[in-house]
């Protein structure tokens, strides 16, 4: 009896006119990662680098919900909780991968993250060399709400982003709207939704594969400011200090009622992820590159999966149960042990991410 096959790839990667593109093909799940899909866009990536007939290449989503709400991290905590954190490893290694090769890749990349845009997704798109958003776009690295922590290279886009603004996207899962995501530094330019085809044609029509960006610039609308830099004052004063318990008591103290509503998301969260994003998005500010942002993930990714409960427990309220009840352990910040972060910070999985 032969094996039965595998289910294609939930993408379309096709050339023409000069332009290779991929459209993430799963619009029902948002067009969720899965490993399939990731190695499938490699490959694509891989096929059109040396191409002389694919002159750029364009990523983008199908059905209009969103880009890509992530990567499919109901497989990855089902084999966690099965005892198999290697398949996990496994999934982390081929993602992180990709990650690297979208920002290093020789032909200009663009990336349109027309609405939902996260965790995952954000890989996807945060290192392109041309990032559109649209009006309908939603983005976020939401890790802390699952009890995980920013990966897929969010950790160095958070450590970039202006003033204390990457703590506080990190530790709340907050979304950015358009502006948010250009004044971040998560995006480059917002083209209206209905201007999308028209932008896709210009891609196609024209020969100058170095003029991507300035090609870009004919449909730009992005405004002149966002709710993230008119939040600045509170944001900063809150998220520059020390510990998470300071933060959160500094966020009481301020007269903002979206610092008050700051301060009651965090108290939710996972106390041990709190802790641990803040100290690997302040750790990443140090880092010189994407790649060693990347190792540095890979490695709390890997203590997450084989050390902690709250990853499992955090899909089975967010997304598998839906209770939205989950039971941390520890269950407070007072409980959390002081060496924690720099116990994850120093974890080395048994096969390197670079392997």
Known sequence: ?????????????????????????????????????????SAALDAWRDDPDVQRVLLDGAGERGFCAGGDVRGLTEAIAAGRPQDAGDFFRAEYALNAAIAEY???????????????????????????????????????????????????LLARAPGRIGEYLALTGASMDAADAVYAGFADHLVPSDRL??????????????????????????????????????????FSAPTVAQIIQRLRARPEPRASAAAATLDELSPTALVVTLEAVRRARTLPGLRAALEQEYGLAMWFAATQPDL????????VDKDRSPSWRPASLGDVLPGAAWSALQYRPEVPLWS
């Open 1 to 41: 009896m032969s094996a039965p096959e595998s289910p294609a790839p939930a993408i379309r990667a096709r050339s023409a006119h000069g332009l290779g593109r991929i459209t993430l093909d799963r619009p029902r799940a948002i067009n969720a990662l899965d490993a399939p899909m990731i190695a499938a866009i």
């Open 106 to 156: 020789p032909k200009p990349l663009v990336v349109l993250a027309d609405g939902i845009t996260m965790g995952g997704g954000i890989g996807l798109a945060g290192h392109a060399a041309v990032r559109i958003v649209t009006e309908r776009s939603r983005l976020a690295m939401p890790e802390t709400r699952i009890g995980f922590t920013p990966d897929v290279g969010g950790s160095l």
């Open 197 to 238: 085809g028209s932008l896709i044609e210009a891609f196609e029509t024209r020969a100058d594969p170095a003029g991507a960006a300035e090609l870009v610039l004919l449909f730009d609308e992005t405004p002149d400011t966002s709710s993230l830099e008119e939040g600045r004052a509170w944001i900063d004063d809150a």
């Open 312 to 319: 499992v427990e955090g899909v089975r309220a967010q997304l």
